[in-house]
């Protein structure tokens, strides 16, 4: 049984659940992915640096430091997308709120953030002024970027998100017509990001008995980014770490045998 509720009512009832089981889902990198623009990157480095020609040395100097950016953008979206946060009502559309929102979540410091910016300044000189680098502010670029890029995923793991905090009692089985989830009932109060259905929503599940819960929820749609980060601060303080991770498949699946898909 579904109780809508405002999302800021979920706070309250967020901070009363405690437990030692969150579980993540799968979270595909945007566009071409990161590591795919940073090889770009690297390569035009290298490009510029046999180049024999002035033009062509600046062109493939000028295309590196640009898709380095570009691999960064890619990162900071993939994150904000595992987070959730492009889903609320007020998802961050500048560069200074995205920033914001990773230093709250810990991904980067401010050192980094620093450090990223004055990068990114060096991008926005190469495109916006149309002013061509030189081989040695690409390769300094290029490879800031590339070791904050490592960094940050090392830190953060960008493809797994935040789903299930608490447990559902399923699991999953393979046979001669494909893989099979099951639904075993409702064990403890849960908090679940139920961003794999048609319209996302989260919110807790309260057991009224093995089979069945009362879930009370709000739509990402009618939430905002504040709101959300706080909950995620306090579920990730209460649940620790996510300690296992599904793909979309499997959480559709799962939904649908608990009722949850509706």
């Keep these: 049984m579904f109780e809508e509720v405002e999302s800021v009512d979920l706070i309250d009832a967020a901070n009363t659940l405690k437990g030692r089981d969150s579980k993540g889902i799968h979270v595909s990198p945007p566009g071409d992915g990161v590591d795919?623009?940073?090889?770009?990157?690297?390569?035009?480095?290298?490009?510029?640096?046999?180049?024999?020609?002035?033009?062509?040395?600046?062109?493939?100097?000028?295309?590196?430091?640009?898709?380095?950016?570009?691999?960064?953008?890619?990162?900071?979206?993939?994150?904000?997308?595992r987070d959730c946060f492009r889903l609320c009502n007020n998802a961050p559309s500048t560069a200074k709120k995205q920033s914001e929102i990773l230093l709250e979540r810990r991904i980067i410091d401010e050192l980094t953030s620093r450090v990223l910016e004055r990068a990114v300044e060096k991008r926005n000189i190469v495109e916006h002024q149309f002013l061509a680098p030189a081989l040695e502010t690409a390769e300094d670029v290029v490879e800031l970027l590339r070791r904050s890029i490592t960094s940050m995923i090392t830190e953060s793991q960008p493809s797994y998100g935040p789903c299930l905090f608490g447990s559902i009692l399923g699991g999953i089985a393979s046979g001669k017509n494909g893989e099979r989830v099951f639904f075993y009932g409702w064990q403890e109060p849960s908090f679940i990001l139920c961003t794999?259905?048609?319209?996302?929503?989260?919110?807790?599940?309260?057991?009224?008995?093995?089979?069945?819960?009362?879930?009370?929820?709000?739509?990402?749609?009618?939430?905002?980014?504040?709101?959300?980060?706080?909950?995620?601060?306090?579920?990730?303080?209460?649940?620790?770490?996510?300690?296992?991770?599904?793909?979309v498949v499997y959480w559709r699946l799962l939904a649908k045998e608990a009722g949850l898909d509706a």
């Design 36 to 81: 795919k623009l940073l090889g770009w990157a690297i390569a035009d480095v290298k490009l510029s640096a046999q180049a024999q020609d002035v033009n062509e040395q600046e062109r493939f100097a000028s295309n590196a430091i640009l898709h380095a950016r570009r691999a960064l953008a890619c990162l900071v979206e993939w994150y904000l997308k």
């Design 196 to 247: 794999f259905v048609d319209r996302p929503w989260l919110g807790v599940i309260i057991p009224k008995s093995r089979g069945e819960a009362v879930v009370r929820r709000s739509f990402f749609d009618k939430t905002k980014v504040d709101t959300l980060m706080e909950l995620l601060s306090i579920l990730e303080r209460s649940f620790g770490r996510i300690s296992g991770c599904g793909d």
